[in-house]
């Protein structure tokens, strides 16, 4: 899969929840590997801030991200509509320090990619594939996100506010592709307790009924109650008629539990990749949100060293009969058994080691160990298929190392293990000529890693 951009920019107007400001946000198509960022237009210097975890500085209503003294806030509903759409790369300029807030959704984002649409992109798209259970906790508050392998990636939300009005409620969305129709409608809400507290904080200057689902549902006194509905422009209520404020109805059932979810996609949005992983969140928001996000963006900055995936059940890409008529390897030498991914940017070999290798016999009787130069080989072969996969007729052509550096060998291979080689380009092929950085793994484990260079010949 390629990388993904906006096709065209496209902007959104509307006030800021925190500071009532009109606010104008222009989305535009941004290079391979840019990520998201967002540009304060409004300043003299327009500084640009990556959108991503480590710059998270305050989640209080919001999530927050700054860069120095420059800070952008609620930025979550944009982030879930570009993850959810699958957008890898974009530039926002904002002219205030916070995105509008709309109608309290994802939705007025989501409808705009989707009219603009996606543009294919020439790199790769990354994913972060979950591998093992991952857990974060709030003890303060009993909020837990659980993390689990999975092919793709969904999320499961359970919510419980302990109100007559607002109590256990559960969403879940199993396909990212229903994001806009079923998740991204779904508004922030907020309690009428907690109004007059963000109101003198300085929180929600923009906010209305007409961008939050309002919650009354602890007694007031009718004076202190009318006080509030005046605030928020809402119509005057009984003090004993708990329910929802607003005159617009909830989308559905579960619109509080829905936006939870649409809130931790906006988070995980900051990881800087798209994720494959199933999400257990259990009364999560914005806290724990990060947490996890921060937690998971560290996996992604070491991205450049993690193992690739091997299931040896599925069939694999090339087999050792497609290997032999593309090499001209032959036993003892051929070091490669299978190809199980390939791009037109990398290719990932497997090689069985067993105590029959013949190198065993010297290497050492008493305690045997691969050669590290057969490392290095088994890389160089692997990388040649991903050489002759540039070309047509490959069965014509030959490739041959040229000059190999910065060998590193990390940890000794023995009989019983199972070597993935991640082989990919550092350059395009140039004159039959490429550079190529090679891995070779044991399990979650590096074993070995070079760069080498390799030449393309048409055989004679």
Do not use: W
């Not at 909830?250 to 949005?269: F, M, Q, T, V, W």
């Amino acid at each position: 899969m390629k990388q993904l951009t906006l096709k065209d920019s496209f902007v959104v107007k509307g006030k800021g929840l925190h500071t009532g400001l009109d606010v104008e946000a222009r989305f535009m198509p941004a290079p391979d590997n840019h990520g998201y960022a967002i540009q304060r237009v409004d300043l003299e210097d327009m500084p640009v801030i990556e959108a991503v975890a480590e710059n998270i500085v305050t989640t209080n209503r919001g999530t927050v991200i700054a860069k120095g003294e420059v800070t952008v806030s609620t930025i979550e509903h944009a982030m879930a509509a570009l993850y959810a759409a699958g957008v890898d790369n974009v530039l926002i300029q904002v002219n205030a320090p916070e995105l509008p807030i709309l109608d309290g959704s994802a939705s007025v984002y989501a409808d705009a990619i989707e009219k603009v649409g996606l543009e294919e992109q020439h790199a790769d798209k990354e994913f972060l594939i979950i591998k093992h259970k991952i857990e974060v906790v709030d003890e303060e508050t009993g909020a837990k996100i659980v993390v689990l392998p999975d092919d793709a990636f969904n999320v499961d939300v359970k919510i419980n506010y302990n109100s007559p009005v607002l109590g256990n409620q559960y969403a879940t969305l199993d396909n990212i592709a229903d994001f806009k129709q079923e998740i991204a409608p779904s508004r922030t809400f907020v309690f009428v307790r907690e109004i007059e507290g963000l109101l003198k904080a300085n929180l929600i200057k923009g906010g209305d009924l007409d961008n939050a689902i309002v919650i009354y549902d602890t007694p007031l006194s009718q004076e202190h109650l009318d006080h509030i509905a005046d605030m928020m422009n809402a119509p005057h209520k009984h003090v004993t008629e708990f329910g929802f404020i607003n005159e617009k109805p909830l989308i559905s059932d579960n619109e509080p539990a829905r936006h939870k979810l649409l809130d931790i996609i906006g988070d995980i949005a900051l990881i800087g990749k798209p994720m494959k992983g199933r999400v257990l969140a259990t009364r999560p928001g914005h806290t724990i949100n990060a947490k996890l996000a921060k937690l998971l963006r560290r996996d992604v900055k070491r991205m450049d060293v993690i193992a690739p995936i091997y299931n040896p059940t599925l069939a694999p890409v090339m087999d050792n009969n497609r290997i032999r008529e593309l090499l001209p390897h032959r036993y003892p030498f051929l070091l490669v058994d299978k190809i199980i991914d390939m791009s037109e940017s990398y290719i990932v070999g497997v090689k069985n080691v067993t105590t029959n290798e013949p190198f065993f016999q010297g290497h050492f009787p008493q305690e045997p160990v691969m050669p590290g130069v057969l490392l290095v080989e088994a890389m160089a072969q692997t990388g040649g298929m991903l050489v002759l996969g540039t070309v047509d007729d490959p069965e014509r052509y030959s490739t041959y190392f040229m000059k190999i550096d910065n060998v590193k060998f990390r940890q000794k291979v023995v009989p019983g293990d199972t070597l993935l080689f991640h082989v990919s380009f550092l350059t395009e092929l140039r004159r039959g000529c490429a550079m190529m950085k090679g891995r070779a793994f044991v399990g979650e484990k590096l074993v070995c890693e070079c760069e080498f260079m390799a030449q393309i010949i048409k055989n004679k």
